[in-house]
């Protein structure tokens, strides 16, 4: 039996940011989510937040891209094909924290797209392969226009199984990041001694 599948425009509001990094006399001050907290993380929380840079931005900017829970921020510009499209998932409400230039934002409508399932539908094969091939541009810059992200496919299930979906990813992602802190925070190991005494024994 054959997947329904919906475009994503259809189920989702997709809007690109233009917000840069600048700070302007007359803007509000705001904290800015870049293209790198969105390439380089599974879902963005409220413990990231003093990490965010500081910047400014218009009042209908701060409308229309700060960070809410259940969106999904997707990088839509690379160097390469198959390095475009790499999806986040906003995990918390954040009152002074939008996304930067370089990035779409993807608002679910929630009754029938839940944005975790979203998140890591769009970190599959099945996607970077839609984004890969959809890509405009050459050389050195692709980017993905707000026509491929609105015509992207999404296979559809019943809701309650796009939770218990999105529920698994987040729960391993959790225990990753959890490794990875306990890893950081691990003392680095003396070699030097093992070091002579293979030295001398050799």
């Not at 803007?27 to 870049?34: P, T, V």
């Not at 921020?73 to 390469?80: G, H, I, P, Q």
Request: aromatic share 8%; proline share 4%; hydrophobic share 35%.
């Amino acid at each position: 039996m054959q997947m329904d599948k919906q475009k994503l425009g259809d189920i989702a509001t997709v809007e690109i940011s233009g917000v840069d990094k600048k700070t302007k006399d007359g803007e509000q001050e705001i904290r800015l989510c870049n293209f790198v907290d969105v390439y380089y993380n599974w879902a963005i929380t409220t413990a990231q937040h003093d990490g965010f840079m500081f910047a400014t931005a218009r009042p209908n900017e701060i409308s229309k891209f700060q960070l809410k829970k259940g969106q999904v921020a997707l990088t839509k510009d690379s160097e390469t094909r198959d390095d475009i499209g790499v999806p986040t998932y906003i995990a918390d409400d954040f009152d002074d924290v939008i996304l930067g230039y370089h990035c779409a934002l993807i608002t679910p409508n929630k009754d029938i797209l839940d944005g975790r399932y979203l998140n890591a539908l769009l970190h599959t094969d099945y996607a970077k392969k839609y984004f890969a091939c959809n890509a405009s541009g050459s050389g050195q810059r692709y980017a993905l226009s707000v026509e491929a992200l609105n015509s992207f496919p999404v296979p559809m299930i019943p809701l309650r199984n796009q939770e218990r979906i999105g529920e698994i990813f987040s729960a391993l992602d959790k225990k990753i990041e959890l490794n990875r802190r306990i890893n950081q925070n691990l003392p680095m190991p003396d070699r030097s001694s093992r070091v002579e005494e293979v030295r001398l024994a050799a």
